[in-house]
């Protein structure tokens, strides 16, 4: 019998518009499900995707992981998973299974993650998609498709940091952005019961950063202030992929403190090399302070990340846009004027 074809969105060479693309629909392996997709959402790392950047990244290009729709295949050896359970997929399609990290639980540090994401061969922008069925979780039947698919890449990129890290009696906790992960991240912390502060060099996203959940707003261009600031931090959560000031996020933190970097960022660190924050490498050392970078999570990050959620109702903020119009949802995020995802639904 003649296999189907998944239409989609894709890029043929980097930096090019996304344009119809077809494929055959693959046979699916042992350990596998065909996923009908209903919603994808549209994330920064698209437009990494669509512009070649990192490295990892071969086209012909679908981009797309942020993922829900329904099971339409199982494999034999798939358990947990039916025909019509609604899943979320996210960044993560399959893992080595044999190196030490997915050994020890920690599928999303695979030594060959880069062959890992669920755009290999073609991701989410389509009629559907094959992954792992390890990597296809069951959702809450209350949460909302849409509201789902943000949270298979933005929600699992900021919660498992503040749940690491944001220990303690009311920890203080800035938020540094509030834009697709910044939002949530301020909702997650908020229900962690930190002192949440949210950093932002847009004055305008005061309100909005309040009623997410923010019990303080700092301006991170008033220079005043962030002085004002200095040693009020046990948590920096960085999710602003730009424009960081490295040197006064340093000093804004408590001895002992720790800035997390949740975003890929196109400024290179080089604390010690003469780079951005090279002026606080003293600081770094006598106050004791770390830099650690947060590379989304685990399956079970994920599966409590979306429980936690659900049962405390974090809801990104999201504009549905119909797949048709895939270049013109990614050119929204690529111009940041997505307040602050948005969704692509399968028309």
């Known amino acids: 019998m003649p296999r189907s074809t998944v239409l989609g969105y894709g890029a043929r060479a980097a930096g090019q518009l996304l344009e119809p693309f077809t494929y055959e629909?693959?046979?699916?392996?042992?350990?596998?499900?065909?996923?009908?997709?209903?919603?994808?959402?549209?994330?920064?790392?698209?437009?990494?995707?669509?512009?070649?950047?990192?490295?990892?990244?071969?086209?012909?290009?679908?981009?797309?992981?942020?993922?829900?729709?329904?099971?339409?295949?199982?494999?034999?050896?798939?358990?947990?998973?039916?025909?019509?359970?609604?899943?979320?997929?996210?960044?993560?399609?399959?893992?080595?299974?044999?190196?030490?990290?997915?050994?020890?639980?920690?599928?999303?540090?695979?030594?060959?993650?880069?062959?890992?994401?669920?755009?290999?061969?073609?991701?989410?922008?389509?009629?559907?998609?094959?992954?792992?069925?390890?990597?296809?979780?069951?959702?809450?039947?209350?949460?909302?498709?849409?509201?789902?698919?943000?949270?298979?890449?933005?929600?699992?990129a900021v919660y498992p940091p503040?749940?690491?890290?944001?220990?303690?009696?009311?920890?203080?906790?800035?938020?540094?952005?509030?834009?697709?992960?910044?939002?949530?991240?301020?909702?997650?912390?908020?229900?962690?019961?930190?002192?949440?502060?949210?950093?932002?060099?847009?004055?305008?996203?005061e309100e909005e950063a309040r009623a997410f959940g923010a019990d303080h707003f700092l301006l991170s261009t008033d220079q005043a202030a962030m002085e004002h600031a200095e040693y009020g931090f046990d948590l920096l959560l960085c999710t602003a992929p730009a424009g960081n000031d490295w040197a006064t996020l340093l000093m804004a933190l408590k001895k002992k403190g720790r800035l997390v970097l949740a975003a890929f960022s196109p400024v290179d660190l080089n604390v010690a090399a003469g780079g951005p924050a090279s002026g606080a490498a003293v600081d770094l050392v006598a106050h004791q302070l770390s830099i650690t970078g947060s590379f989304l999570g685990s399956r079970a990050d994920m599966r409590e990340m979306l429980g936690f959620a659900q049962e405390h109702?974090?809801?990104?903020r999201i504009e549905l846009m119909p797949m048709s119009q895939a270049n013109e949802a990614i050119l929204r995020v690529r111009e940041n004027k997505a307040r602050y995802r948005v969704v692509l639904v399968n028309d």
């Open 162 to 205: 503040l749940r690491r890290y944001a220990a303690g009696a009311s920890p203080r906790v800035g938020v540094v952005g509030v834009g697709g992960l910044g939002h949530l991240a301020i909702q997650f912390a908020h229900a962690l019961g930190c002192e949440v502060t949210a950093l932002s060099s847009s004055p305008g996203k």
């Open 25 to 156: 629909e693959p046979e699916i392996g042992g350990d596998e499900v065909r996923v009908a997709v209903s919603h994808c959402g549209v994330c920064h790392t698209d437009v990494h995707a669509i512009d070649g950047d990192f490295g990892v990244f071969s086209f012909p290009l679908m981009p797309g992981h942020e993922i829900v729709g329904r099971v339409t295949e199982v494999g034999a050896g798939v358990a947990g998973l039916e025909e019509g359970d609604r899943v979320g997929i996210g960044w993560q399609g399959r893992c080595c299974g044999e190196c030490e990290w997915c050994r020890e639980g920690e599928e999303h540090l695979c030594q060959d993650i880069a062959d890992c994401g669920t755009w290999t061969p073609y991701g989410g922008f389509s009629s559907s998609i094959v992954v792992d069925g390890r990597f296809a979780y069951p959702l809450p039947a209350a949460m909302a498709p849409e509201a789902a698919a943000v949270l298979m890449c933005a929600g699992i």
């Open 313 to 316: 109702g974090i809801t990104p």
